[in-house]
């Protein structure tokens, strides 16, 4: 069924006025002259009143239900403009950046990694990450470890926050290379190449656990540069990683 609005010509004079008077208070644009409220509004009798588009000729209702029809879905909009619920609810923005962060996470996290490449390869490998906090301020121990025992290898990396920028990181391997890392929302994303691949690390810190993805991809070929049209660099996926690490004692 369709509600009045101020454009409607056909409407009821004192009617329409009153409903539009009702619309405003509960916040909805004049200009929007119609909505689509439901399919029908029955009566007591199952008789039910068909409210027109703009421009549309208006049904009269029946003799019995018509006027009790109107009259409910006067009180429908009056009382959504009492409780100042607005008919139509904003989109949700995503979460910022977690300010805590990464202090609200600190821990030892421990896993299985599995590894796949497109031609059907799988591999498994024990997988720890390690969150400690640092004598320095904005400064963090972030040590990666694959596999265990002699076969373990330790990357002893900082976490290093940058200052005036939320959400902001640099990943120091300790060696002379600075990644750059950002968090949205409750994943850090680092993203770098490397003698030809370009190399795309997520870490997405939820209660308890650290789901980890890692995806490699070797340069491919150019496309476009002609007629106008920019030039484009593709790149194939070579490995796809992924972990969940649970957080220990």
């Known amino acids: 069924m369709l509600v009045y609005g101020r454009d409607d010509k056909s409407a009821p004079a004192e009617e329409g006025d009153a409903l539009f008077r009702i619309m405003l208070s509960a916040q ?3 200009d929007w002259a119609l909505m689509d409220v439901a399919d029908s509004f029955s009566g007591s009798d199952g008789g039910h009143v068909a409210l027109p588009a703009v421009g549309g000729e208006a049904e009269r209702p029946g003799e019995t239900g018509g006027q009790v029809n ?3 879905l006067v009180l429908l909009a009056a009382s ?16 910022a950046a977690d300010r805590q962060f990464p202090d609200s996470h600190l821990g030892i996290y421990k896993g299985t990694c599995r590894s796949v ?3 059907g390869k799988k591999m498994e490998f024990p997988m720890r990450l390690e969150l400690a906090a640092d004598r320095s301020r904005l400064s963090w121990s972030f ?7 002699e076969r373990a290898q330790v990357r002893d990396y900082r976490l290093l ?3 005036d920028a939320p959400g902001r990181f640099r990943i120091d391997e300790k060696n002379g290379i600075v990644l750059d890392a950002t968090l949205v929302g409750d994943t850090l994303h680092s993203t770098f190449s ?6 795309h690390a997520r870490y997405r810190f939820v209660d308890g656990a650290v789901e980890f993805a890692l995806d490699s991809f070797a340069e491919g070929g150019e496309t476009g540069g002609k007629d106008g049209a920019p030039l484009v660099k593709g790149f194939v996926l070579q490995a796809a990683q992924q972990a969940r690490l649970m957080k220990g004692e």
Do not use: K, W
């Open 28 to 30: 909805v644009p004049a």
């Open 161 to 163: 926050g940058v200052d």
């Open 194 to 199: 490397v003698q030809g691949n370009l190399i």
């Open 70 to 72: 109107r009259l409910a």
């Open 117 to 119: 490449s497109p031609d």
């Open 80 to 95: 959504a403009a009492a409780l100042a619920v607005p008919l139509f609810s904003p989109v949700r923005a995503e979460p």
């Open 143 to 149: 040590t990666i470890v694959y596999g265990e025992g």
